[in-house]
């Protein structure tokens, strides 16, 4: 063996380059806050479990709880949660390309080329601006594990370690549970395979402790997909290809129950909903295939542009230059793919194996559900590690001040090319804004909030409940009473786009005259939000 591949130095190398990805990834994310609203989508209801945590105690398995674990660890740190929801972002979008880098390193992926596949990844679209960001966390758990595994000769003390890596990561995305499964099949096929069926040594302490924490994750906290949320997430999806198709303007994410019954009558399953209704559900898996290949292409060129300007014209031509760079590499390293392909894939085969479980249930979700950024998070990464291992020339077995003098510089070139996260320019931040006059109203009772624009109580204080617009199924004066509610935020049209409104004459008549209900109509406009007021919590300052 190679003693430069376990020496000291070339670990502190590495560990000092991925380090300086980081501060790369500090300037390109500088200021992301002042271009980036407050997205109310899953991650701020990650958060808000994070914080119910403390009070609680109680994680759901099917709702990601290590990554609501995730919030209540930086929580302990940072308490305010509009800065916390950004500091997350912050974390794991500089986590991912570092810890990739470490991976291709690894794997004995060229440095010069693991550095250029770490920074794209950095600046690429799928890293900032996809939500949510379990994909991510998800991701970044994988690469962790993977770096560790990637050079272990045992192939079952492989299969089995990454076993457990898919099982946590089925705690942070249920989908992940697929991977568990396949892989523990996996190794169970390779072990029959073998002449001697006994396990030892470090193979048996591997699959013991993964049978061991799996033993105690499921009995602790339970199946992680033991609620059919992809039902939901299948039913929201459905409904908003269809809105596309015809003339429904219900709205597809809250008024999906509706949509999808007509179609599938009363499914409980993805599985039951195809068997309903085959031929609606082939034109949605169709419409959803076609725009998987459209977007996953989209997605593996699209990044903050940092050689030309960052216009519309600026961003096609660069994309054109970076594929026509990978043409070049493509011919230059020829020999390397062309001669040795089947070498790579036969020294590689069960780490490929492995990669294709991780990748597969995210993309089963693309045609399945519907094909959203996040759902490419880990097959973009994987896939670059398996074409680099391809197409990259050994590295050399000895370090050198040239090899160091180069390496600094290049990183010094790309600390200096490297752009600021860049988007519509949203300085008053519509969400931040809405949350932040909340606050300013200090209100000290107990707020059972309606919403229908986002989940604000999760960021205005700890005496806020929400209670979701979507639940109502009485007139709209017996949901004020049930649910005690003495503060609304309206969005415009909800009467026009839900139909658990648009018919409801006491909700037509509450928006003619809210005094009649004890409410106070605030004139202050947040943006296509009204605000609704119990009299009894309006502040002196808004009489």
Known sequence: MDKNKTSPLPVLLELLIAGALVAIGLKYISGFEMFFDIGFSDDSGYLAKGFAFKETGILQPDYGPLYCLWFYVLSLVQPDRITLYYLSNILITLMYPSLLYLLLRRMHIQRALAVAAAFFHLISFINVQSWPKTSHFALIAMLVFLTCICRIKSVLTQISLSALAALLCAYIRPEFFITFLLLMLFFLYRLLRRTDKRLAGAELTSFSITLLVTVVLLISWGNPVSRDRSLIAFGQHYSLNKVSWSDIRLSPLTNWQEITASDFGNAQSIPGAAQNNPAMFLKHVGCNTVGSIRHGIFLLGA??????????????????????????????????????????????????????????????????????????????????????????????????????????????????????????????????????FLQSLNIEKQVFLLESGGIYSVFAGSNYRTVPFFIKNEPFDTFIDTHSINMMIIADGLDTSDSRYMHDDAYKRFLKNPDHYGFTKIPKKLSNKTLYLKKELVPSSLH
């Open 303 to 436: 990044h903050q542009n940092f050689i030309l300007p960052d216009s519309f014209e600026g961003k096609r031509i660069e994309r054109y230059m970076l594929m026509g760079m990978c043409l070049f590499l493509a011919v230059l390293y020829r020999k390397r793919w062309l001669l040795h392909t089947c070498e790579t894939w036969n020294r590689n085969k069960n780490l490929f194996i492995i990669f294709g479980c991780f990748a597969l249930p995210p993309l089963v979700s693309c045609v399945i559900i519907y094909p959203r950024s996040h759902y490419f998070v880990v097959p973009v990464a994987l896939l670059t590690a398996t074409l680099l291992l391809f197409v990259s020339p050994r590295p050399a077995s000895k370090l050198s001040l040239k090899t160091l003098g180069v390496s600094a510089l290049a990183l010094l070139v790309l600390y200096i090319v490297t752009p600021g996260v860049s988007g519509p320019v949203t300085s008053n931040r519509e969400n931040v804004g809405i949350i932040r």
